[in-house]
């Protein structure tokens, strides 16, 4: 049995690498565990059916620790696959104190030393873990090369870790809800339609992406800005759009479940994040056939684009080079095709086998 820990599935990209994984581990013959410190989130319903959901009613994180250690006294799963610190840290914790015998894996999927939690007490309890606790679990994966290195300057012993890259796939629909056919970003040409997708947060950096957009304003481009997300800085960005006087070009449309006919319609992908763990975003508009600009950022980025070769990036930060990037692509002429090949290195399929591969030293494990 394989089991895997998230704090919850609120929505973020974590939470659909791991529900994609259930997916897979299902399809090919595992019994699979999915453990919620809280069972809550949008992401819920998209739990496949054949995984028992256990909700460790764990307020926090650290209240989740004796609900874990009982869960694995009780079960004893084959596999534990827990992400994001300080969950991952709490993990390593509980399997100690309940005489786990299986396979651990921990995963982190943001470079971590870019956060708020690498700063203050936080930072100090960072990479203490990191050094002393999380290196102690079977085996550490990074969702990218780049994560891997943050980890090793956060003080994971530098022979510890593996790159696994995210799993990442889109539906198959293209039509969007009737709720979407009058908004003023489907009734622009698609070479004109620009599309974000990610938490209105300080990661991504939306900030830099409406200046880009008022340079392509001044330059006379009549393009359209289509941002999906939700988040605590969503009153600064409308209020910044608005002094932009860009209220008319860019829009703020939410969260919603299955951005992938937002991906087919857009003429464009934009990341202007100023830090990642990986970027499923950019896999996900690949998988579209959807052309990418994105900030060269601590990490991710252009492990995906190789660097540059399926997509252009520019400096983190630099509105004008970010402008500049977006009115050459949007007047590129696009590889649909190959755009598709890249992001199949990225499928369910192949990255699911690659924990399998890790899973198999697992005594008693059966793949």
Not at 38 to 67: E, H, I, T
Not at 92 to 119: F, M, P, W
Not at 162 to 191: F, G
Not at 201 to 222: E, I, S, V, W
Request: aromatic share 6%; proline share 5%.
């Amino acid at each position: 049995m394989i089991s895997l820990l998230v704090p919850d599935l609120r929505g973020g990209g974590a939470e659909r690498v791991n529900l994609l994984l259930i997916k897979e581990f299902l399809r090919l013959g595992h019994s699979v565990d999915l453990l919620l410190l809280q069972k809550r989130g949008a992401l819920l319903d998209d739990v496949s059916s054949g995984a028992k959901v256990v909700d460790l009613s764990a307020p926090r994180v650290r209240s989740g620790f004796w609900p874990l250690v009982r869960y694995l006294r009780d079960r004893k799963p084959e596999v534990l696959l827990v992400s994001m610190w300080p969950l991952t840290t709490l993990a390593v914790l509980a399997a100690k104190v309940a005489g786990y015998t299986g396979c651990l894996i921990t995963s982190e999927h943001n470079a971590l030393s870019k956060t708020r939690q690498a700063d203050g007490l936080s930072g100090a309890l960072l990479r203490l873990s990191m050094r002393w606790i999380n290196g102690r679990s079977d085996v550490v994966v990074g969702v990218s090369d780049g994560v891997i290195d943050d980890l090793h300057r956060l003080g994971l012993p530098s022979r510890t870790g593996r790159t696994i890259y995210n799993p990442v796939a889109i539906s198959s629909t293209t039509e969007l809800s009737d709720t979407w056919r009058e908004h003023p970003w489907l009734k622009t040409n698609q070479s004109s339609r620009i599309l974000a997708v990610g938490s209105l947060k300080p990661q991504k950096d939306y900030p830099t992406l409406l200046r880009a957009m008022r340079r392509l304003r001044h330059d006379g481009q009549q393009r359209e800005l289509l941002i999906l997300g939700t988040g605590p800085l969503e009153p600064d960005l409308r209020a910044q759009r608005d002094a932009l006087g860009l209220s008319d070009v860019v829009h703020f449309g939410g969260f919603v479940s299955d951005p992938g006919p937002f991906y087919r319609a857009a003429g464009l992908f934009v990341l202007s994040s100023a830090w990642e763990g990986f970027g499923n975003v950019l896999v996900e508009a690949l998988a579209a056939g959807t052309p990418v600009v994105a900030t060269n950022c601590q990490s991710g980025p252009a492990e995906i684009l190789e660097e540059g070769k399926y997509g252009s990036l520019t400096p983190v930060g630099d509105d004008l080079a970010l402008a500049k990037a977006i009115e050459a692509s949007l007047k590129a002429e696009r590889n649909a095709d190959a755009l598709r090949r890249r992001a199949a290195d990225f499928s369910p399929e192949r990255i699911a086998e690659q924990y399998l591969e890790i899973f198999s030293s697992s005594q008693g494990f059966g793949v």
